[in-house]
């Protein structure tokens, strides 16, 4: 199994991006590297640790956790009491499993001793040479964190706001150089051990007999060698480093601690950056029986089309192959296995040209509306399964509740991904699979490319290699689970439900002038989506954009940004509207910390990519606040202004922002991709609806130049900041029942008597609008908005209760309740009214046949 154990070390790559937005790290837990089903998986940092008492607990004598008491000062108090306390908690579960690192090392070392004293004598078991190889720099190892244990322990037991630990962190880094010689002596100790305990019965009978930890686990002193030589000595600097980022967190910036805290992370930063180069290409994983190794580079799950229809892979890139699997059906209790659907070795892929692209299998996109109706339905059985939790029997139905989930997020997974990915075999086959994100396509062309630089050789594996191969694949895999959510454990951040404010202020490092514009994604539901684009900056290197956003957050964790090069050869575009031809520039991503973004003040921030630097800040409004509806104090404005009182001033029947807006559209824009769905540039926005709030002259002007995104927005900002809605309060309920009546008679009659039931202001212009989105509608095949499009995007701006009445009667548990609550039935209504025949107002007025009723 030495080609399994030869890739533990560099699972932990990519320490130094780690996200580090939650508290506390992970302890040493599960050291032995067993799964509950008894085979060995591979020791594993998650990327984004979470603090559980289990993982930070104290361990009592015999290896146990100890549920520790919470600390007073995590009770509602001051915040520098809190982080006070929080910095004592990280410190203490540090502590710990510091104590047990401590003790592994010593029991390592115990053999030592005895095959030391032998060495000399005519019977050595090793010589000394071999026994200086095997258990090389362990000593200093266990010398340098015993002497930081002892130091750090007494600090914890007299704690206070004075005690000061960075000068023991700073001192732990200064000796990393230690490590840096235990790893590139690793490979050859390893070696060492291995001949030694098959060629000396003797050392073979010590490794059986000696043993790790504590004495129920008989693990080979042999098997305990090689798993510490490879990844707990390296495991002990990340898990070091991520306790750094946490105590930084909780330590105030005057604090004598800060600067040392942060020297220390820099050190342990740069250290774990520079072996994980170093480690790379050692990174082993399977060696072929003609003594070449292959290794794991890549993996995630990615959406294929296979005969026409969507199927969910894993897909494994290694060094000179690409091999694309499925989870096979096992029985309750069988190991899990994969089954390779097909492979390409490196040397003869290809990604094809936009040319090849008729080729292509065609796969059948699914109605936009259809996605956003899943989503409803998931955040429905979230909010259903946050109230089950806390009843008393809930715990059944939670489990079922979950499993549909789980279908849900699965089918959205499947159905959602647009961005083709196709690669090619040089003998004719062709494989497209679907993205949901550039960036991810990106990263999976970059890395391909990476590896075809080198000298590859075509390869072609027997039936008997492949299924080895493939059969690996369960242990050498980094991603593990489909992104759902149901695949998190209950503790993990729910991420943000609301709006980001993102301005994206200007992007320097480019060698060349250039067209440049940037897009903005954030993840949703597992995958990513792109929210916004910036404008075009021509024939620049340092382009000045300094445009704000609106992105709708639904459950997002991170923010990424892609620089793109603008593409005007008419050449090279393609037919196929997911297709982006433009050049990738740089692309990077930020965590969404809610401690950061949740403040009230803008937080500015760099993307550094392919050294490039993009400068851009942030801010974020929870979906509560974002959805009030807030009356304008200036009653001479238009926006936060009842719409009687505006028409009513005008002399008009419809508010002229309305009849402006809609005629913009019509000119210039209904053949715009994603109109009325794409966000407008927020400046834009906030511009036009302070021209039209002070009733500025140049109004058309300012109309005629604006992008046409912006001028949608501000109509839907116009609806949206409306102080009760244009379908009015008084009649919600009724409309809410209206909709969900099952004879189509009587649900006629109730909706026309509901519409006769409106004020007159605000029956024409919901009219009017109504006529503009039909008009829009039957442009869908260019524009792609169907009337299903645009009554998700406009029936809760114009059904949404005021504040005061969302409320009533109700309790709102999470912002995902206040999202999923109603709007299926707001979209409905809207659709309801968008796919009847014209409606007239005189008719409407004059037209006594309808049932009456007070409503």
């Given amino acids: 199994k030495l080609w399994f154990i030869s890739i533990l070390l560099p ?157 023991l962190f700073q001192k732990l880094a200064s000796q990393l150089g230690v490590y840096k010689a235990f790893v590139d002596n690793y490979k050859v100790a390893l070696e060492t051990a291995e001949k030694c305990s098959q060629a000396n019965s003797q050392f073979q009978k010590i490794s059986e007999v000696c043993c790790l930890g504590s004495t129920a686990d008989k693990t080979p002193l042999f098997s305990s060698l090689s798993t510490a030589l490879l990844y707990k000595p390296i495991d002990r600097v990340t898990r070091s480093t991520l306790v750094l980022h946490d105590l930084l967190k909780h330590t105030p910036k005057d604090h004598p601690d800060f600067p040392l805290l942060q020297d220390a992370l820099r050190i342990s930063q740069n250290f774990l950056s520079s072996i994980n180069e170093e480690i790379d290409p050692r990174r082993t994983a399977v060696t072929t029986p003609k003594g070449e190794a292959r290794q794991l580079v890549k993996d995630g799950f990615l959406v294929e089309v296979s005969e026409g229809s969507r199927k969910l892979r894993h897909v494994f890139l290694f060094t000179d192959l690409l091999l694309c699997a499925k989870m096979k059906k096992t029985a309750v209790g069988r190991h899990q296995q994969y089954e390779c659907k097909w492979y390409i070795p490196l040397a003869d892929l290809t990604f094809q040209t936009l040319d090849d692209s008729d080729s292509c299998p065609h796969v059948q996109m699914l109605p936009e509306h259809e996605i956003e109706e899943m989503k409803i339905k998931i955040s429905v059985i979230k909010s259903e399964i946050q109230k089950e939790k806390k009843a008393p029997k809930g715990q059944s139905r939670v489990e079922r509740l979950r499993k549909k989930m789980n279908e849900q997020e699965s089918w959205l997974l499947l159905h959602s991904p647009t961005i083709p990915f196709r690669i090619h075999n040089k003998h004719g086959k062709s494989y497209q699979f679907l993205l949901s994100s550039d960036y991810e396509r990106s990263e999976w062309r970059e890395s391909i490319q990476k590896l075809q630089k080198k000298d590859l050789q075509a390869c072609v594996l027997s039936s008997v290699e492949l299924q080895v191969l493939t059969s690996s694949c369960f242990k050498l895999r980094t991603v593990h689970n489909i992104p759902v959510t149901s695949n998190k454990d ?313 504040e005061s009445e969302s409320t009533k009667g109700q309790h709102i548990t999470s912002a995902s309740d206040i999202w999923s609550h109603d709007v299926m039935a707001q979209v409905q209504v809207l659709l309801y009214y968008l796919q009847h025949p014209p409606i007239s107002f005189a008719e409407l007025k004059r037209n006594t046949l309808y049932f009456s009723t007070d409503v």
Wanted: charged letters at 25%; aromatic letters at 8%.
């Fill in 11 to 167: 699972r932990f790559q990519l320490v130094d991006d780690f996200n580090y937005n939650t508290d506390g790290y992970e302890g040493d837990g599960a050291e032995d590297g067993k799964s509950q089903d008894g085979s060995e998986t591979m020791p594993f940092i998650d990327e984004s640790p979470t603090m559980s008492p289990q993982l930070c607990a104290p361990r009592g004598p015999d290896g146990e956790t100890v549920s520790p008491t919470p600390p007073e000062g995590l009770l509602p108090g001051g915040d520098i009491e809190k982080g006070l306390e929080m910095k004592k908690l990280v410190l203490s579960g540090f502590l710990a499993s510091e104590e047990i690192y401590i003790n592994q090392l010593e029991a390592l070392l115990l053999p030592m001793r005895p095959l030391k004293a032998t060495a000399t004598t005519s019977q050595p078991v090793l010589t000394i040479q071999q026994i200086e190889t095997i258990f090389y720099k362990i000593q200093d190892i266990f010398e340098i964190h015993k002497e930081f244990y002892d130091a750090l322990l007494p600090n914890i037991q007299q704690w206070d706001e004075k005690v000061t630990v960075g000068h």
């Fill in 490 to 802: 209950d503790e993990e951040t729910p991420g943000l439900y609301g709006f980001l404010h993102v301005i994206v202020h200007s992007a320097k490092g480019f060698k060349e002038s250039a067209n440049l514009y940037c897009t903005l994604e954030v993840d949703s539901y597992g995958y990513f989506v792109s929210k916004a684009k910036t404008r075009v900056f021509r024939d620049t290197t340092e382009p000045q954009w300094n445009e704000e956003f609106e992105i709708e957050l639904e459950g997002s964790q991170c923010l990424r940004i892609l620089c793109y090069e603008k593409c005007y050869d008419k050449s090279k575009l393609n037919k196929d509207d997911n297709e982006i031809v433009d050049k990738i520039m740089g692309k990077g991503q930020v965590q969404l910390d809610p401690q950061t973004v949740q403040s009230k003040n803008w937080h500015m921030d760099v993307i550094e990519m392919n050294g490039i630097k993009v400068e851009f800040s942030m801010k974020f409004t929870s979906r509560d606040l974002s959805l009030k509806r807030t009356p304008s104090k200036k009653q001479s404005g238009v926006f936060g202004v009842k719409i009687n009182v505006v028409t009513k001033r005008e002399r008009s029947k419809v508010p002229y922002i309305v009849r402006q807006c809609i005629e913009e559209v019509e000119k210039r824009g209904i053949d715009e991709v994603g109109i009325y769905r794409i966000s407008g540039v927020a400046t834009d926005i906030q511009a036009l609806k302070t021209a039209f709030d002070t009733n500025t002259k140049d109004i058309l002007v300012m109309l005629s130049d604006m992008d046409i995104n912006a001028i949608a927005g501000t109509l839907k900002l116009y609806f949206r900041e409306l102080p009760e809605p244009l379908l009015t309060d008084r009649l919600y309920p009724a409309f809410m029942e209206g909709i969900a009546l099952s004879d189509p008679a009587a649900k006629e009659n109730c909706m026309m008597h509901l519409l006769r039931s409106l004020p007159d202001p605000n029956l024409i212009t919901f009219l009017t609008l109504l006529e503009h989105l039909k008009r829009v509608a039957e442009k869908e095949p260019i524009n792609k908005m169907s009337l299903h499009n645009l009554a998700t995007v406009f029936g809760p701006t114009l059904l949404r209760p005021s």
